[in-house]
């Protein structure tokens, strides 16, 4: 029985969103970077989701050409635009409570976990612009935080 598992947050509180999502751990134990920035994964998955594909698909032609055909789509980012208009997605995190304020320390909790092998090279930086974009809702093309 999973007990662990509680009462989603109303959407619009993200005190009580914030709150109750300080501190929960992945699957593997390490904390979740999203719920730590005190967003809960339904919102920050899907409405981060292209930005990490976007960043990397230059170093990684393989997997962006693996992801595009499981999609049926020209690109791996057109085929997970196309899917999160299909199932309305969250789109910009400053809807869901995440704040300016907020980029610095979620930078922190995602630079510890990003994977050792990750196609491009992560930086703080270019971190922070992945996720002001994210914020913004931005064109994961651009990930330079620029409104869409």
Same mark, same amino acid.
């Given at each position: 029985?999973?007990?662990?598992?509680?009462?989603?947050?109303?959407?619009?509180?993200?005190?009580?969103?914030?709150?109750?999502?300080?501190?929960?751990?992945?699957?593997?134990?390490?904390?979740?970077?999203?719920?730590?920035?005190?967003?809960?994964?339904?919102?920050?998955?899907?409405?981060?989701?292209?930005?990490?594909?976007?960043?990397?698909?230059?170093?990684?032609?393989?997997?962006?050409?693996?992801?595009?055909?499981?999609?049926?789509?020209?690109?791996? =980012?057109?085929?997970?635009?196309?899917?999160?208009?299909?199932?309305?997605?969250?789109?910009? =995190?400053?809807?869901?409570?995440?704040?300016?304020?907020?980029?610095?320390?979620?930078?922190?909790?995602?630079?510890?976990?990003?994977?050792?092998?990750?196609?491009?090279?992560?930086?703080?930086?270019? =971190?922070?612009?992945?996720?002001?974009?994210?914020?913004?809702?931005?064109?994961?093309?651009?990930?330079?935080?620029?409104?869409?």
């Amino acid at each position: 029985m999973l007990t662990h598992i509680r009462e989603p947050a109303r959407v619009g509180d993200p005190g009580l969103v914030r709150a109750r999502c300080r501190g929960r751990r992945t699957a593997t134990g390490r904390a979740d970077p999203a719920l730590t920035a005190g967003l809960p994964a339904v919102v920050a998955h899907p409405a981060g989701l292209p930005y990490p594909p976007a960043f990397n698909a230059s170093a990684a032609p393989q997997a962006e050409r693996r992801i595009a055909e499981a999609f049926g789509a020209a690109s791996a =980012l057109g085929g997970l635009q196309r899917l999160r208009g299909a199932v309305e997605a969250p789109r910009a =995190l400053r809807d869901h409570g995440f704040d300016e304020a907020d980029i610095d320390d979620a930078v922190h909790a995602i630079l510890d976990v990003v994977p050792a092998k990750n196609p491009c090279p992560v930086t703080p930086d270019s =971190l922070r612009r992945l996720l002001r974009a994210a914020r913004q809702g931005a064109d994961p093309l651009t990930t330079d935080g620029q409104e869409s």
